[in-house]
């Protein structure tokens, strides 16, 4: 406590029994240092108040220069107004994940090769950029790469995408991605520690991309005592800088080929995460992708609903004028075919297990009609076999 709090006289600002402040500042105990330094006995004594009394007015001056305590039930009302949540791009995706990606956690994308976790990631960094009233951030991305160069070019295809759907939204939406590589786990956890935390504060980061967190451990297979230490020190400041900064992060996962049991959380298949139960315990909500063997229509899939919602911003709804106006024009979209992937919960603090059915277009992400969902979600049990 510094010496000015320690000195300056706090009984006006108490809510207690006049009686007992009268009584204080005859006997000169004003302070905080002062009431408290003193004991009970002393008080009791010098102030001639009872005892009752007396740890009333130590209770009084320990919550005036404590910071104030709050239930669980105070915590939830009091951040009731807060964005708790960034949106996928996809209002199907964002009813399917409660709201979608949420702030202040650690959410791994993990699936094989072409499942669409970089397409999801990148999406996740458009909207970010968005305002609040359009399920977005208003905020900057931090995104590092590992195992390869950041997917520029797959940017620059979605981006005139999201100038239509939304008009009022970033003028660029490059310059507040900020990219970062890393060439091995050191540098990894050092850039998360040391690095990322002055980058958040700096240029308001509200979404950390790690793709992926894989690559840079298993390049080093000999060190698998230190690997293992990393991989906790990595989870642990991840968590801290999310939990800290009310920030989400998405963590890009590889997999890794397996005998074919079942995995702890009940996963079937020849394939699971990678880095094991070491990562896994330090993740909040794991959404594996996966590609299927099933292809729609593209036709199908511009008449399902609408997943462009209008932004309350002004933001136009062009997606389905756009998608049939191509119908209209081109025959080749009747012959166009997108591959299905789903996308299952494996595990989640407050959402069950589930599967959801989506493709990958010229946009982005793409939720498919959710009466179309049980029928590609046999596939998923199909292809594990």
Known sequence: MCSTAGTKNILDELDINPCIVVQAQRAGYVSASHILG?????LEHKLGLSAFHIKNLIAAVTSHVLPKKLTAWEMAHESSND???????CPRLDDFLCGGVTLGSVTEVTGQSGSGKTQMALQLALHAQLPPSCGGLGAGVAYICTESQFPLTRLQQMIPHMHRKFPRGPYSYTDNIFV????????????????????????????????SVAASFRAEDSREVNKSALIQSLGYQLHQLAASRALAVVAINQVTATMGATSLYGMAGDTAPALGLSWANLVTTRLMLTRTHSNIPAHQVTQCRNDGAQCSNGGSDPISSLCHSDINNSKTQMSLQYNVRLMDIVFCPWLCRKIAAFIVN??????????????????????SL
């Open 362 to 383: 010229e946009e982005g992400i793409r939720g498919i009609d959710e009466d179309e969902i049980y029928m590609y979600a046999s596939v998923l049990r199909n292809d």
């Open 83 to 89: 964005v708790t949540h960034l949106t996928t791009g």
């Open 180 to 211: 970062h590589h890393v060439p091995d786990m050191d540098n990894l956890v050092d850039c998360v520690q040391y690095q990322l935390p002055v980058l958040v504060s700096r240029h308001g980061v509200k979404l950390v991309v790690i793709d």
């Open 38 to 42: 003193a004991s009970q006995t002393e």
